[in-house]
């Protein structure tokens, strides 16, 4: 017996695929455009900013986490 069952294939139309190919078109251009303009912006900096970034968002995101792991227990 099975739990889960087997998904149906779903078949796109060719609007559809050729719709789902320019939005993925536009999103990866998106973030090739603020990729670079980030790397500008960022080119100057030396290993003691970037480390401190690193560190910065590391404990920004752990803090968050265990706000959100504290509340749910609550």
Avoid: H
């Amino acid at each position: 017996m099975r739990v889960f069952g087997r998904r149906k294939k779903l078949e796109l139309s060719s609007s559809q695929d050729k719709l789902a190919q320019r939005m993925a078109d536009r999103i990866c251009r998106l973030q090739r455009k603020i990729a670079d303009d980030l790397n500008v912006r960022t080119a100057g900096w030396g290993r003691r900013s970037w480390l401190v970034l690193l560190v910065l968002l590391c404990l920004l995101m752990g803090g968050y986490c265990a706000y959100l792991v504290i509340d749910a227990l609550n």
